[in-house]
């Protein structure tokens, strides 16, 4: 298994590739005397929407239009960006994928692919294979800049091509043509892969190794970006810490460079990992005004047993430090995380340590889910695996704990006129907006019509706005606008 950098060869057989497939469906839009169009289907993290934001860019360079919207649309060319952390994610794709038989059925033409971190696992490709004989190409995350060159060979072939490679590619995101989702915020992938191996993880098989992307591309994509007018950029990364540029650049540094342009309203970045994140990173979320005051740092356990068996190299102690650390530095920053349940061997006494240290972090939020085996991961295989009636009600117990703190959370808020970055409209039916704080809090809020603020939902996204708050709900806050920046 190697880490293979895209060339020059590859970028002349992508646009090779793209040349031949607009003129086969510009000839097929003639035949069908309609316009084409696509529909992917993102299913998973953030990094799958950067991933379907290319694949979206590419298709509509092959002269086809994206689908109204709804998710399971019918369209000439249908794409699952596959996730499988945990097995409902599967579950997903198997359900949704039935729908769009008799579609392929009545329509030969009508092309299904799949791709994304589902097709990494073995038996998921055999399961297509046996299966979905429907399903035209199947190819793994690592190969999207190679998804026109497949696309074309499947359609040459007319046969199902199952091309899944062993090899970690990292292409640049100046390769692709992108069609971002939301014209305020850009997802900017800094680094790809994951090394840490937790025990119960399927991401370092289904991503590969940690490569990072060169500091200079990242800089010249952001320096666009910020010349594009984009307000919003989110770093991501699996582990975005241990980012790795050249000449010894860190993840502070893309942090700090990202920051420089004052045209971002906000830097976000996702996700960190205890064992990484520097001092550094928490001193320039303190000090520079843009850089979000949110940090998502995973706890999964609060004891220490089950951290050392799920390969998180450090202790509860050492992450309360940490979380202490940040609270005490970024001046009302939120602190988020995630938390596992009913992983393999989790007695009674490991779970109750689990609710102690919820209830010292006082999580701002907290993503929490129930244990599930991935088949292939170390934890599969480990006894003691907890019977599921088990994990039901210890989840059932932390959802409790978790929510108390994040009402507290978003209760602090009540009274306060926030800042917030107006994201679109929350609910079309009595025109209530939402948008984030620099905290991360969700914020819906109505508009005042004796303010005589133009509400049409283009001119807004993406505006700075105050916001005064004057509800909690568990997992938002409600507020009337009281004015917008720039006005
Ligand atoms: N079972 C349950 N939760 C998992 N996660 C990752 N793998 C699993 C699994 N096998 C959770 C972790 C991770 C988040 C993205 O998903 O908490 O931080
Ligand atoms: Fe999975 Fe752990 Fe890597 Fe996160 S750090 S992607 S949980 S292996």
Same mark, same amino acid.
């Given at each position: 298994m190697a880490i293979i950098k895209t060339t020059e060869n590859d970028k002349l057989e992508f646009d090779s590739a793209v040349n031949e497939l607009k003129e086969y469906f510009s000839s097929l839009s003639v035949r069908k005397g309609r316009t084409l169009t696509y529909n992917v289907l993102t299913y998973g993290c953030q990094l799958n929407e950067s991933d379907s934001e290319k694949l979206s860019g590419m298709l509509a360079s092959f002269g086809l239009e994206a689908s109204s919207g709804g998710e399971l649309?019918?369209?000439?060319?249908?794409?699952?960006?596959?996730?499988?952390? $945990?097995?409902?994610?599967? $579950?997903?794709?198997?359900?949704?994928?039935?729908?769009?038989?008799?579609?392929?059925?009545?329509? $030969?033409?009508?092309?299904?692919?799949?791709?994304?971190?589902?097709?990494?696992?073995?038996?998921?490709?055999?399961?297509?294979?046996? =299966?979905?004989? &429907?399903?035209?190409?199947?190819f793994d995350p690592q190969q999207l800049h190679r998804f026109p060159v497949l696309l074309r060979d499947s359609i040459r072939n007319k046969k199902q091509m199952v091309n899944i490679s062993a090899d970690d590619y990292i292409a640049e995101d100046s390769f692709f043509p992108i069609d971002r989702k939301r014209k305020f915020r850009a997802l900017v992938?800094?680094? &790809?892969?994951?090394?840490?191996?937790? =025990? &119960?993880?399927?991401?370092?098989?289904?991503?590969g190794r940690e490569r990072s992307r060169s500091f200079d591309e990242i800089v010249r994509e952001l320096s666009e970006l910020a010349s594009k007018g984009y307000k919003e950029v989110m770093l991501l990364g699996q582990n975005v810490n241990s980012y790795k540029g050249e000449d010894g650049k860190t993840f502070a540094d893309i942090l700090r460079a990202a920051s420089d342009f004052k045209e971002f309203s906000r830097v976000r970045f996702m996700s960190s990992h205890p064992k990484d994140l520097s001092d550094e990173v928490i001193d320039i979320m303190a000090t520079r005004p843009n850089v979000e005051k949110h940090l998502h740092l995973a706890m999964q356990s609060g004891s220490d047993k089950v951290l050392k068996d799920?390969?998180?190299? &450090?202790?509860? =102690?050492?992450?309360?430090?940490?979380?202490?650390?940040?609270?005490?530095?970024v001046e009302g920053g939120s602190l988020t995380t995630d938390i596992i349940v009913g992983f393999p061997g989790e007695t009674e006494e490991d779970f109750e340590e689990t609710l102690k240290a919820v209830e010292k972090a006082k999580f701002d939020a907290a993503f929490t889910f129930q244990y599930s085996a991935r088949p292939g991961t170390k934890a599969?295989?480990?006894?003691?695996?907890?019977? =599921?009636?088990?994990v039901t009600e210890r989840f059932g117990r932390l959802t409790e704990y978790t929510n108390r703190y994040s009402e507290e959370s978003n209760g602090r808020l009540v009274g306060k006129t926030m800042e917030v970055l107006i994201e679109g409209i929350s609910k079309a039916g009595d025109m209530t907006f939402s948008g $984030?704080?620099?905290?991360?809090?969700?914020?819906?809020?109505?508009?005042?019509?004796?303010l005589g603020i133009n509400i049409g939902p283009d001119y807004l996204e993406g505006r700075l706005c105050e916001v005064r708050i004057d509800r909690a709900r568990p997992y938002s806050v409600d507020g009337v606008l009281v004015s917008l920046k720039g006005e």
């Open positions: 649309d019918a369209a000439d060319v249908i794409l699952f960006n596959t996730c499988s952390i $945990r097995e409902n994610a599967d $579950r997903h794709l198997f359900g949704n994928l039935g729908v769009f038989k008799t579609l392929k059925k009545n329509d $030969r033409d009508v092309i299904i692919a799949i791709c994304g971190c589902m097709m990494k696992v073995p038996e998921n490709v055999e399961k297509i294979k046996k =299966s979905y004989p &429907y399903v035209d190409l199947v992938p800094i680094m &790809y892969g994951c090394n840490n191996f937790c =025990s &119960y993880c399927i991401v370092p098989y289904a991503r799920m390969n998180r190299p &450090y202790t509860i =102690s050492r992450f309360l430090e940490i979380a202490d650390k940040f609270r005490t530095k599969a295989a480990f006894p003691d695996q907890i019977p =599921s009636d088990v $984030r704080t620099i905290t991360n809090h969700l914020v819906n809020f109505t508009i005042p019509q004796e």
